[in-house]
């Protein structure tokens, strides 16, 4: 039993899952479900559709090359049978996979990093040009504590040019 | 599936190039064939000069089907052309070299021991034969 990649997606397909596409140069494709499959009929070149993940790794979604990936390469030698190494590389799985989501949860948090910040800037942004969208302009300068409760900002309304325009 | 008058490619060099299923021996209406199965079909179009020539009745072993086939394991096999492999009366194939992949599901002993030992293997792009496991 052999656990194989999605050809489109990157997915792990699991035995009873998928299907496998087998082109007359006898190149094999594998799919893990009609999706994929179906996208791949569309001939739609997977590196540039959005969510599969060499999209991902291609635009630095995601952590793209890593010592923990070296473990699931695909090795063609089969292995005499040992039962301390068995042994050994189901521990080594665990851990590996520990290690894996530890740094792709640290690349996720790399990759975040600032966001915040541009959102807070962004959305002040927004208030500013939008103001009057959210409060009515004569609130504004009875109350100026009422709008904007923790960044101060200056907004400038003119009440003249509110009411001609509800006039008209 | 195939069925009859159905057309499929011959994927040796027997000198067929396509043929169209009439039967299934061995069953007096059996309408579908699969990989694996023998068929009679009458070759439809030849390379010229050689032996079959067209419509002449021609036994076959369904190589590939686009249906495809359903392993015990779960995974579902497609392939991208309906292919047959023609044969004699015996099982044994009348062509010496077959061309694409071949699932093993082709079940006729002879068909198998001869395409096991083909002479020339294409590698590169086409290959003779592929035992897909």
């Known amino acids: ?136 302009p004569t609130a504004l300068l009875e109350e100026p504590s009422l709008t904007l409760p923790k960044e101060k900002m200056k907004v400038k309304v003119s009440v003249e040019q509110e009411s001609k325009a509800m006039e008209s | 599936t195939i069925r009859p008058q159905t057309y499929s490619n011959v994927a040796d060099n027997s000198g067929a190039r396509e043929s169209m299923r009439i039967r299934v021996p061995g069953a007096s209406n059996r309408q579908y064939a699969s990989i694996g199965d023998m068929i009679v079909a009458v070759v439809r179009e030849a390379v010229p000069n050689m032996p079959p020539k067209g419509s002449e009745v021609v036994r076959a072993v369904i190589a590939r089907t686009r249906k495809g086939l359903n392993r015990d394991n779960g995974m579902a096999i497609r392939f991208d052309d309906n292919a047959a492999v023609a044969i004699d009366r015996e099982g044994n194939p009348k062509g010496t070299r077959v061309f694409g992949p071949v699932a093993r599901e082709s079940r006729e002993c002879h068909f198998a021991k001869t395409v096991s030992s083909a002479p020339e293997v294409l590698r590169g792009i086409r290959r003779n034969r592929m035992m897909l496991r």
């Open chain 1, 1 to 136: 039993m052999r656990l194989e990649k999605c050809w489109f997606c990157s997915s792990t397909i699991y035995p009873g899952h998928g299907m496998m596409y087998v082109r007359n140069d006898a190149k094999i494709f594998r799919f893990c479900r009609s999706k994929c499959h179906k996208n791949f009929k569309m001939k739609r070149n997977p590196r540039k559709v959005k969510w599969t993940k060499i999209y991902r790794k291609l635009h630095g979604k995601e952590l793209p090359q890593d010592t923990t990936f070296e473990l699931e390469r695909k090795r063609n030698r089969p292995e005499r049978y040992d039962r301390n190494v068995v042994e050994d590389t189901v521990k080594a799985m665990k851990k590996i996979s520990e290690t894996r989501v530890e740094r792709e949860a640290q690349f996720w948090k790399n990759r975040m990093r600032g966001k915040k910040t541009q959102q807070r800037r962004e959305d002040l942004a927004e208030l500013q040009q939008g103001i009057h969208l959210v409060k009515a």
